[in-house]
């Protein structure tokens, strides 16, 4: 018995040993718990300012570069929107030589002359032309607006797995300004999607198999390029003599430069703007990067050759195809949109003989037998009557 109660009493000592032990564990977690909200919280806190300074950072970097531009005389515009747009702009209204940007957005904006890699120093400049690019490669803004709404760009995803390679197709067998060519398709693949829907062109059954989202194409987005929210006053720059004394200030203030380094770095530049020669335009500073299509890598792709050869030919029938009406978009007028195919040859109409016609053509049948007759088979030297048949 005695030992039956020692063992009892040790039971209940174990049971509250753990109990006590729970407990202890528990406000330890729940104190973890509160440590780890705290910490988050400071955190979070920590992460608000720093986001709070860079936005005031960017601000005071912008207004700077505003204030160091009026200091050098330098004119410059703050676009309302998007920058390729405003400067795609200054570009089509003869206000600069050209655009300094990497984004091809600036070529559905309608920009034509376009410096790429210009502040990499590992990369040459290269420099673009809109005609050359229309005469290379048969694009004008209007299919680039399309290829950019196929495949992607800064206002839309695009089709899905589209590429540029399936865009350059789908311009190739519809015709047309850019909506025009994409209604077109929209169309031709809703009936393609139809059980009974046949064809022999690879590139048609390519495209087939595309999934279109609803409201493509969206003309928003095409409005988006043509007619951008941007600053269109076409009022002449003017440049200024740089004010010496305040850049001096705003420099010492600002990267805490001496006098000495200062005077280095901007009297030659005042000295070069007193003279009278002509400034030199950007194209004077850079060679061409000329595109080049018997580039190896062009001769390897024939599906890019076949494309890039019909768009060459059918760009400037696009220009003149008539816009088409606004209620394209009926179903009653898809069924009378045919489907695109490869064009059977056509047949010659018979046309009805004269009088006239039908002696010039006796008299020549009568000239093709005759000199049938005098050919010598021995002979490898041709005759003057093989020369007339």
Sequence with gaps: MYIEDNKEESSVADVEDIKESSFSQLESLEQLQAELIDDTAAQLTTARGNERLTATLTDTMHE????????????????PTEAE?????????????????????????????????????????????????????????????????????????????????????????????????L?????WWKKAQKSDYKTESKVLKRLKNLELFEGFPNKAIYDAYIKPKIDYDQTKFTWAMPQLELIREFIGTKLKWDRRKIDDMILPVIK????????????????????????????????????????????????????????????????????????????????????LMNNVLDTANKTNRRSKKKITITSPVLSDDDDNS
């Excluded at 209007?142 to 589209?162: C, H, L, Q, R, W």
Aim: net charge negative; hydrophobic share 30%; proline share 3%.
């Design 64 to 79: 700077d570069t505003q204030y160091l531009l009026r200091l050098f005389g330098i004119p410059y515009l703050v676009s």
């Design 85 to 181: 747009a405003q400067c795609a702009y200054l570009d089509l209204s003869n206000q600069c030589d050209g655009v300094i940007t990497d984004d091809s957005d600036v070529w559905l904006f309608g920009s034509s002359h376009v410096y790429r890699h210009f502040f990499r120093q590992d990369q040459l400049v290269e420099y673009y032309d809109g005609t050359i690019i229309l005469n290379q490669l048969g694009l004008d803004r209007e299919s680039m607006i399309a290829v950019g709404m196929i495949v992607g760009s800064d206002y839309t995803k695009g089709i899905p797995n589209a590429g540029i390679m399936t865009a350059l197709e789908i311009l190739q067998e519809f015709h047309g300004t850019c909506m025009e060519r």
């Design 183 to 187: 209604e077109k398709f929209r169309r």
């Design 272 to 355: 070069r703007m007193n003279t009278k020669e002509i400034q030199s335009r950007i194209d004077s500073f850079f060679a061409p990067y000329a595109f080049e299509n018997n580039s190896k890598s062009y001769r390897k792709n024939t599906r890019l050759q076949s494309a890039i050869n019909l768009l060459k030919e059918r760009t400037q029938e696009a220009k003149d195809i008539p816009l088409e009406n606004e209620n394209n978009d009926d179903e009653d007028e898809d069924d009378n949109i045919p489907i695109p195919e490869k064009q059977p040859l056509k047949k010659r109409k018979r046309t009805k003989n004269t009088k």
